[in-house]
T-cell receptor, first 115, second 116 residues
């Protein structure tokens, strides 16, 4: 059972427009939630890391929000650029009995920005 | 800026052969990871490694897989007898601290493994 669900699966937006991606998780206990950007054929690149106490965090035109009560996060892209075309992945570390070493990945939202 | 490097960028091997994928993590990092991504699918966690031992592994990481830090800089993933379904992009990553912290995890560019 996937513990991190992302929506939408994909979206197409016009250059200059804004968009919001969603992530719902069921991982518990919760430590932090990460958003990554993955260009095709490349490794993921970290955008933000949000801990339990953080509600909003920005990285340039990317703004992530977190509601730990409802276990939801969103990633908002402002004034999109063609270079924003990528897959955006939500990741949550999930603990086992004595280790935090495992990660739960969402399937990603594929964003295509068109001129 | 320091980065994680991986070699080779593309490896083609025949089914049943052994492959070793190599990674050089960022020098002051202590936590190391391997992930795989089958074409068109999501990134999947394979294994995490700390203090010269496996910290956690997924169901995918069976007896065919092993990891090693043979020296102070390299971190390797060995697949003992490759299967067709092992064809994927394999990513190495490293971090200063564990996943429970807010330390960033840096990914390498990946090795594309093709098993024929």
């Amino acid at each position: 059972k996937n513990q991190v669900e992302q929506s939408p699966q994909s979206l197409i937006i016009l250059e200059g427009k804004n968009c919001t991606l969603q992530c719902n998780y069921t991982v518990s206990p919760f430590s932090n939630l990460r958003w990554y950007k993955q260009d095709t054929g490349r490794g993921p690149v970290s955008l933000t890391i949000m801990t339990f106490s953080e509600n909003t965090k920005s990285n340039g035109r990317y703004t992530a929000t977190l509601d730990a009560d409802t276990k939801q996060s969103s990633l908002h892209i402002t004034a999109s650029q063609l270079s924003d075309s990528a897959s955006y992945i939500c990741v949550v570390p999930s603990p086992s009995t004595d280790s935090w070493g495992k990660f739960q990945f969402g399937a990603g939202t594929q964003v295509v920005v068109t001129p | 800026e320091p980065e994680v490097t991986q070699t080779p960028s593309h490896q083609v091997t025949q089914m049943g052969q052994e492959v070793i994928l190599r990674c050089v993590p960022i020098s002051n990092h202590l936590y190391f990871y391997w992930y795989r991504q089958i074409l068109g699918q999501k990134v999947e966690f394979l294994v995490s490694f700390y203090n010269n031992e496996i910290s956690e592994k997924s169901e995918i990481f069976d007896d065919q897989f092993s990891v090693e830090r043979p020296d102070g800089s390299n971190f390797t993933l060995k697949i003992r007898s490759t299967k067709l379904e092992d064809s994927a992009m394999y990513f190495c990553a490293s971090s200063e601290d564990s996943e429970a912290s807010s330390y960033e995890q840096y990914f390498g560019p990946g090795t594309r493994l093709t098993v024929t």
